[in-house]
Structure formats: C-alpha cells, structure tokens
C-alpha cells in the first residue's frame, strides 16, 4: 500500500495540473449538459482519461470505475474509483472550489484515497488504519464544539427531493448551527477532516465523490456512517461525516429530514 499511495498521489497531481490548465482557460471550455444543473466539461472527460491511462500503467490487473466512462474489469481484486474534478458547476463557473479525487477499493471496503485541490495546492491523503495527511502533515480531530459552535457542510443534487436538504438547513438553524455548501462534496469531506466544519451531510452521493474523504474523515479521527464500499459504486447513498462531538446529532437529523422525501 505505500508503494500504490505514493504512486497514486502521483498521479492525481499530474491530472490536476491538466484540470488547472482548462480551469485556467475558460473561455475555450466546451461543456454538455447531463441533466439539470449537471455540467460535464472535455476537462472531466480528458482529466478522467489521463488519470486511467496512469492508473492502467501503473497497476494494470486493477479494475477501474470514472465518472465519465465506462468501468474497465480488473483481476486483482482491487478497484480505482475516479471523479477527475469534484465540483465541475464550480469549474466551469470560475469558482476554486473543486478537485481531484481517487480511491482504492478492496474487498468491499475503502483502502486508500487521494484529493488533490490543485488551485490552493492541497494534497488530502489517507491509508485505512494508517491515518490521514494534508500535504504531508497528520490530520488529528480533536475538536469539543457542539453544533451551536461551529459549521456544518451540506450538499444537494437535484436527482434527489429538495424538501431534504431544506428540512436539514432547517434543523440546523434551529440548532443555532451555520451551514456551508460549496458544491464540492469530496472538497467539503475533507474540510471536515482538516477541522475547518465541523461535519457533512448529504442525502445521496455517488462512490466517485465521498470514498476518499469518507476515509480521509475516519482515518483523521472523524465518524463516518458506515457502508459498503462496493454497494456505494453500485448505488451510491447518504453521507454523513462529523466529529465524534456531533456525529449521533447530525446522524439524527439527517435521517429525520432525509425521510420526509421517501
């Protein structure tokens, strides 16, 4: 695992530097619709393709799972699971607020997982038991403040009922919490395990945007609700992260207001 760690850390720097040079080029993006408010750039698609063709070299009897295309099978058991750039309403706006995002699957569970945010030159990296880094240094939740004291990142996506994350920004008001979205799930998980919020939650993810900072949240010391890495790829599903503080409070309030929509 450090020998793939490294490499991968590698890797998801060479397609940031590609993801910055189209960020930087913006009025010669070409962009798509997937669906309402759902953007794909040539920069998705061409930071995908570089980041598998690395990959590929790199560890070739892995299989692969992208955002923008189709799964590549693999013998060895193990499975990269890649979103080029976390964030692309971000991207494609100008916004800096998008990254980078890889993680490693084995055995239904998350292994490892890498996001690069290559405009602020930060490098958020954990290895499953072995703990989390931001550029190196160790990531360690420590923090006592109750959800009165403090942040809490949300996200949205408009495949789900927005009377969920309405209900939840409500519940956090009342809670005399702030709410924070920068339309960057994978970004915001990682906030959570740098300290900067407090915890994250949103009603329905896929496995591209929250494995690797779900892992980077737990190995820093966070709590994660628990799934199972493959049934994410297959599905996707709620993500809740947080501090140990405020993790059963958020938990609770996300499964309320989440299950007014079913």
Request: aromatic share 6%.
């Amino acid at each position: 695992m450090p020998e793939r760690i490294e490499i991968l850390e590698d890797i998801c720097r060479q397609a940031g530097q590609l993801a910055l040079k189209y960020f930087r080029e913006q009025d010669t993006l070409v962009i798509d619709h997937k669906g309402h408010q759902d953007f794909v750039s040539q920069a998705d698609r061409n930071v995908e393709s570089l980041t598998r063709e690395l990959l590929g070299k790199a560890f070739p009897e892995d299989a692969i799972v992208g955002e923008e295309h189709a799964p590549t099978s693999g013998t060895s058991g193990f499975t990269w699971v890649i979103d080029p750039i976390d964030g692309t309403t971000n991207f494609i706006n100008g916004i800096p607020a998008w990254t980078v995002v890889v993680a490693g699957v084995r055995d239904g569970m998350t292994a490892c997982g890498v996001i690069h945010d290559p405009v602020n030159d930060e490098t958020f990296v954990a290895v499953k038991g072995e703990g989390a880094r931001l550029n190196g240094a160790p990531l360690k939740l420590n923090d006592a403040r109750k959800l009165s004291e403090g942040t809490i990142g949300v996200g949205y996506s408009s495949r789900v009922d927005d009377r969920g994350i309405v209900q939840l920004v409500s519940a956090l008001i009342e809670e005399g919490s702030m709410f924070y979205r920068n339309a960057s799930g994978a970004l915001s998980l990682a906030y959570v395990a740098a300290g900067r919020l407090l915890g994250y939650s949103e009603e329905h993810m896929n496995a591209w945007d929250c494995l690797a900072g779900q892992l980077v949240v737990a190995e820093a010391g966070g709590r994660v609700e628990e799934q199972d890495s493959d049934a994410m790829i297959r599905d996707g599903g709620r993500v809740v992260v947080g501090t140990a503080t405020v993790f059963d409070q958020l938990l609770e309030l996300s499964k309320k207001a989440f299950s007014q929509t079913d």
